[in-house]
């Protein structure tokens, strides 16, 4: 019998749980005939900004234009450093020096794969202008920690929350914490677009004033540049979809805490599994687990029909367009580590029981034939 395969991710799913919602919302933007920066990205603006406990949301074209907006917004100028973690997307360290700034990298802790506030102050230099703590895999960074150090050093943080729809720190959101947060709507993320889409939020009026002036043209009379600016606007039909989604954002979030669980029971003593650190609620935007044996299990789960992902496989620091500009080999040994050893397991809100039991039993049964082939 074929065995259906089981995705590591599936933005399909999402969709399809809500169809005829997300159907309606595209059709009326088209009959509506107004694409760009309308009403529905001014309503889904309001409340998301209230979602996220904030005064204003700023709808960008993408999440990596939201942390470059947000960098220039808080005059992070050409060769100012900005101090972030190597164990990323690259979209942040590509957002730095799309700004014009000098990314400055920080190791992470090994157990949460979060940048290590004990390290900060090591980097911290006279050109530093801000820290981008990024709430990886859906949980948040050590808030009080960097916001102490970057108080005491006087330099702006700014939430890298692409990964962290809804994740709370002591009970607040994040995003609401530093200057600024920015997110991401790629199709993936726990609030996905059917495309790209970002968000600058804030409670600063300035800050949120220059960011809607940078997303076009630095327009604030139409065609008048009164500063460089860039093209980096939400459209309509992805504001609408968006719309639909957020409501359902907190019982989906809900849902891969309770795969999460799940998993976590199954297979704590097989892998190293995810650790939650006390006062954080992760939204488990990846379940991230570890294993010195890595490769045989990759291989044996996909010969089982279950898809897995590697993030990141490759810190910033060792990618060829950075190594031996940011950092070269044993310059950030915890994320070298990290990188070698780290499987994310299959986790959308639409898993089913069945899917669920086939994951975990597809690596207990690796881990026995494994351990039968040692004696």
């Known amino acids: 019998m074929t065995l259906v395969p089981i995705p590591q991710a599936c933005p399909l799913s999402q969709y399809l749980a809500h169809r005829a919602e997300i159907d309606a919302a595209v059709q009326h933007v088209m009959a509506a005939g107004r694409y760009i920066l309308g009403h529905e990205v001014e309503e889904f603006e309001k409340e998301y900004a209230d979602y996220i406990g904030t005064r ?13 907006l947000a960098l220039r917004a808080c005059k992070v100028w050409p060769g100012a450093e900005v101090i972030t973690s190597p164990h990323t997307a690259v979209a942040t360290v590509a957002a730095i020096e799309l700004a014009g700034a000098v990314p400055v990298l920080v190791d992470i802790e090994p157990d949460t794969f979060l940048i290590d506030p004990s390290k900060i102050e090591k980097a911290i230099s006279s050109r530093t202008r801000a820290i981008i703590p990024i709430h990886l895999f859906g949980q948040p960074a050590d808030l009080s920690a960097i916001l102490a150090i970057a108080q005491h050093h006087a330099i702006r943080v700014i939430e890298d929350c692409a990964q962290a729809h809804g994740a709370l720190y002591w009970g607040k959101r994040v995003g609401s914490w530093g200057i600024a947060g920015c997110f991401s709507f790629y199709p993936t993320k726990n609030l996905g677009a059917i495309g790209d889409g970002g968000m600058v939020v804030t409670d600063d009026e300035n800050l949120a004033s220059e960011v809607r002036q940078l997303r076009e043209y630095g327009w604030r009379q139409r065609f008048i540049s009164e500063v460089p600016g860039l093209n980096s606007r939400l459209d309509e039909i992805q504001a609408a979809i968006l719309r639909i989604k957020l409501r359902h954002l907190d019982r989906d979030n809900e849902r891969r805490r309770q ?13 190293a599994v995810p650790v939650v650190k006390a006062g954080r609620t992760s939204v488990f935007h990846q379940y991230v687990a570890r294993s010195s044996a890595r490769g045989d299990l990759q291989s044996n789960l996909r010969r ?72």
């Open 56 to 68: 204003f949301a700023i709808g960008v074209a993408s999440g990596t234009d939201a942390l470059v």
């Open 304 to 375: 089982e029909g279950v898809g897995t992902a590697v993030h990141y496989p490759t810190p910033i620091h060792l990618q060829p367009a950075y190594r031996g500009r940011i950092g070269d080999t044993g310059s950030f040994p915890v994320a070298e580590r990290a990188a070698e050893e780290i499987l994310s397991l299959p986790i959308y809100p639409e898993l089913d029981t069945s899917q669920i039991e086939r994951v975990i039993n597809a690596i207990l049964n690796h881990t026995v034939a494994t351990d039968c082939a040692r004696v």
């Open 259 to 271: 795969i999460a669980d799940q998993y976590t029971h199954a297979l704590s003593s097989q892998l």
